[in-house]
């Protein structure tokens, strides 16, 4: 079964209007982590915003929030004010822990193409 | 500051050839080290990750294997490459402890032809 699953494959935004981006997860942990990245075209992951399970705010970083519903279990992205370079795709990950090591664990992304 | 490096950043291999993919961390030590792969328009791929020296864990099993012969030095290789090999390979180091996010090198894009 997917961990992390991405229900949204392309996404189209008016310049400077506010986009959510789905995710929801899976886990029966109680310690987690969401976060997500960007990636253009050139091919680098760039970390946007991250959340911790425990954590009682939601994230913010600039533009980007995460709008944080752990009964749900989504962790969707928020970019508000969106600008021509936000054109990339967007990944949604969450980190699960192990005897060997935390690693991360993607969703399929959303391609959000922003309009101007 | 912490770099990583990747190379090289693309590479044309005929089917049944070798393959080597290397990336190296600066500025940290006891990094935990990940390779993902990620198919054309699609999400990335977990292959393989590393704790410490000597020590990789395989996600899926496959034609590619891994290798950690220094402490900030990951190396993916494949006795003989296939067409379903072809991909972005992202190599990506965290931190031991915490729960840091991961940095990413700039990747690899890999044709089997």
């Known amino acids: 079964a997917q961990k992390i699953t991405q229900t949204q494959p392309g996404m189209f935004v008016q310049e400077k209007e506010a986009v959510t981006l789905d995710c929801t997860y899976d886990t029966s942990d109680p310690s987690y982590g969401l976060f997500w990245y960007k990636q253009p075209s050139s091919g680098e992951m760039i970390f946007l915003i991250y959340q911790g399970s425990y954590d009682q705010q939601n994230a913010t970083e600039g533009r980007y929030s995460l709008n944080f519903q752990k009964a749900r279990k989504s962790a969707n992205l928020v970019i508000s004010a969106s600008q021509l370079g936000d054109s990339a795709m967007y990944f949604c990950a969450m980190r699960e822990d192990s005897e060997y090591g935390n690693k991360l664990v993607f969703g399929a992304g959303t391609i959000l193409r922003v309009k101007s | ?113």
């Open chain 2, 1 to 113: 500051s912490q770099t990583i490096h990747q190379w090289p950043a693309t590479l044309v291999q005929p089917v049944g050839s070798p393959l080597s993919l290397e990336c190296t961390v600066e500025g940290t030590s006891n990094p935990n080290l990940y390779w993902y792969r990620q198919a054309a328009g699609r999400g990335l791929q977990l292959l393989f990750y590393s704790v410490g020296i000597g020590q990789i864990s395989s996600e899926v099993p496959q034609n590619l294997s891994a290798s950690r012969p220094q402490d900030r030095q990951f190396i993916l290789s494949s006795k003989k490459l296939l067409l379903s090999d072809s991909g972005f390979y992202l190599c990506a180091w965290g931190p031991r402890a915490g729960h840091e996010k991961l940095f990413f090198g700039s990747g690899t894009q890999l044709s089997v032809l």
